[in-house]
């Protein structure tokens, strides 16, 4: 019992994954709470029978104390049936079946508007709109990042600069985007280029500062130049480290995403998301929400997974992945005795 | 390794057997490969400028072995870093067969302390570094990069990643990775301090043996006395603030090497006369550490 709470040490497998899951179901629960339990929290109340009051009818949220009054008043006009409701909460809390079913509905229900987008075109849009911001940024930034780590002259003569952009906020370049790029999907891209490309240079130069000096001076030993020292030494070595850079940035250019989508005609997933809200459709929108969590949290798994396995040299903790690997292979680890012959690869 | 009574008659360091005598005869008429020209290193410190170096002189024939020994911070570290061509000197030249050198070459083999093996490289692909930064291809420097692995016996591992690899193994293929591009000087900083007895053992029974069937001049820096004893031809002992050469010992303990000549007189006086340079008796009087008893009267422990 007592190792569930040893300070640094590891938990077995089993109790990861149980922890991992009770991460999740956890705020489910609170969630469930508040919504279905009468007594908790609940400040409206929703009218079922309005009992001849002209001003109310059935299914309509009213807040308590507006309705306690309301059925005060009435008493004492001596009124022969009170109206009578449910303990309620407000709209903008959908319960968790609620929101559970317009993840559903929400990709089957067609858009109010003509001309407006499905759920699903919202969602490519926005992902396209990341993946096309992400990419310039990163074809630029890593470059630029990679030569300010290896050259002290080019980190003096970028980073002030670029430290000093970081500060200004990416949204504030909207209206200067929206003139200079127009409307539609390129003023956006360009926000989040300029949220992600100043973190990514100063993240990535940092990480490759960080390479081991020996090895540098190992390979200049063994007669490598600066140009093999960058693409042989300081790329390779620094490569795991900058992936996972990468990976942490993509999730920034995620939360830079929504306040990209509004500038100029608001598209994508936030265009979903405003519109739902517009029409009260409170269910859809934390259903929208938690898409874009899902769709972030699953690139992020995926790419932390196919991290691990392309830099096994980093890792050499064994992983389930290699276990299983390893027992398909008569009972060897592989990539730890990859130059044994392995009896089963021949099947 | 108690030290050796006072009372034994131990010969003179520089009594050299007609054999060991011959030996370093024969060294001298072989070229000088590396040569050392009143080399002074200064570092900027807080208070003016630091001399780590200064004047440091010395000639390693070809197929050598010498060892630098010193107190530390007596600038060997410095020194071999600037043979490396990692370090500038401030002054004083270094020539290599006769050759004036400049930073980093492969003619100047290093092996570190701290291995320094790519991580994201196969024990091959390491060893296949050197060969290809000097332009041969692939197919080339594959089946030769094999040679050196096979030479230091670490052939099954050829595909293995450093960290599968223990601390013995992978200085085996620092070796391997620093001879491939045949180096006509092979430097060593203290590339066995880090290992355990045992392993440093026989490290240095595998470095003799390699340095048997290369052409290779090796200079190789320790802390360890019998260490430098036991590989060395010649022993460059260094002294502190600054760094300057105290005495070039030829070691007067016959070759081949091994391990069982540690209590042999030759390398007893040798190992007296280090001891005496490196460790001098003036600050014999140890002090005594101002402790106060913390345990119960009687309960003693010698």
């Not at chain 1, 310039?136 to 430290?163: K, N, Q």
């Not at chain 2, 054999?19 to 008429?29: G, L, Q, S, Y």
């Not at chain 2, 000087?185 to 029974?205: I, K, N, W, Y």
């Not at chain 2, 070039?248 to 090497?257: C, F």
């Amino acid at each position: 019992m007592s190792r569930w709470f040893t300070i640094r040490a590891e938990l077995s497998p089993g109790r990861r994954r149980f922890l991992g899951v009770l991460a999740f179901l956890l705020p489910l629960a609170l969630w469930s709470l508040f919504s279905y339990v009468p007594w908790l929290w609940h400040p409206m109340v929703k009218i079922t029978e309005p009992a001849g009051v002209s001003w109310i009818k059935p299914g309509q949220l009213l807040p308590r104390e507006d309705f306690d009054k309301l059925v005060e008043k009435q008493r004492a006009a001596s009124a022969v049936a009170l109206p009578a409701g449910t303990p309620a909460n407000p709209i903008y809390f959908p319960p968790p079946h609620a929101v559970g079913r317009a993840l559903y509905t929400a990709f089957t229900t067609a858009p109010v508007l003509k001309g407006d987008k499905w759920l699903h075109e919202s969602l490519w849009t926005s992902i396209r709109t990341i993946f096309w911001g992400f990419l310039i940024s990163s074809a630029i930034g890593v470059p630029v990042g990679i030569l300010c780590g290896a050259y002290a002259t080019a980190s003096r003569v970028t980073e002030p600069f670029v430290d000093f952009v970081r500060y200004m906020p990416a949204p504030a370049f909207g209206a200067l985007m929206v003139a200079i790029l127009g409307i539609h999907l390129e003023p956006k891209i360009a926000i989040i280029v300029i949220g992600t490309f100043f973190q990514q240079v100063l993240v990535v130069a940092n990480t490759v500062r960080k390479v081991d000096n020996g090895l540098i001076e190992a390979a200049q030993t063994l007669g490598a130049k600066p140009r093999n020292l960058i693409w042989r030494v300081l790329v390779p070595a620094s490569l795991p480290d900058l992936y996972n850079d990468l990976r942490i940035l993509l999730g920034w250019a995620w939360t830079y995403l929504i306040v990209a989508e509004v500038v100029g005609v608001s598209s994508g997933i936030t265009f979903f998301i405003n519109q739902q809200a517009k029409y009260r459709n409170f269910d859809n929108v934390y259903a929208a929400i938690i898409i874009i969590g899902v769709i972030g949290f699953a690139t992020d798994q995926a790419l932390a997974w196919f991290g691990q396995r392309m830099f096994a040299w980093k890792n050499p903790r064994p992983s389930r992945f290699r276990a299983f690997m390893g027992r398909l292979f008569g009972g060897r680890d592989v990539l730890l005795f990859p130059d044994k012959p392995q009896p089963a690869s021949k099947a | 390794m108690s030290s050796t009574p006072s009372s034994y008659p131990l010969p003179d360091y520089r009594d050299q057997s007609p054999a060991v005598a011959a030996r370093f005869a024969r060294i001298k008429e072989r070229p000088v490969v590396l040569e050392v020209d009143k080399l002074g290193r200064q570092f900027a410190g807080e208070h003016g400028p630091v001399t780590a170096l200064r004047d440091i002189s010395f000639q390693v024939r070809r197929r050598e072995f010498v060892c630098v020994i010193g107190p530390s911070g007596c600038g060997k570290s410095t020194l071999i870093r600037i043979l490396a061509g990692l370090d500038e000197p401030t002054s004083g030249r270094m020539l290599v067969d006769g050759r004036e050198s400049h930073g980093p070459s492969p003619e100047r083999g290093m092996v570190f302390q701290g291995y320094t093996l790519f991580p994201w490289l196969t024990v091959k692909r390491n060893v296949m570094f050197g060969l290809e930064m000097a332009g041969k291809a692939a197919n080339e420097a594959g089946p030769e990069a094999h040679q050196w692995i096979d030479l230091v016996g670490l052939g099954k591992f050829a595909d293995s990643y450093p960290h599968q690899l223990s601390g013995g193994m992978k200085q085996r293929v620092a070796i391997a990775r620093a001879l491939a591009p045949n180096p006509r000087v092979l430097l060593m900083d203290e590339p066995f301090g880090a290992l355990d007895a045992q392993t440093r053992a026989q490290m240095q029974s595998h470095l003799l043996e390699i340095w048997r069937n290369v052409d290779v001049t090796i200079l190789f820096i320790t802390h360890d006395l019998d260490e430098a004893i036991l590989l060395a031809d010649r022993i460059l002992v260094l002294k502190a603030n600054p760094g300057e050469v105290q005495e070039i010992i030829e070691v007067p303990v016959p070759r081949p090497r091994s391990l069982d000549q540690l209590q042999s007189p030759e390398f007893q006086a040798t190992r007296r006369r280090l001891d005496e340079l490196i460790h001098p008796k003036v600050h014999a009087p140890t002090e005594r550490l101002p402790i106060v008893r913390l345990t119960q009267a009687g309960d003693d422990v010698e």
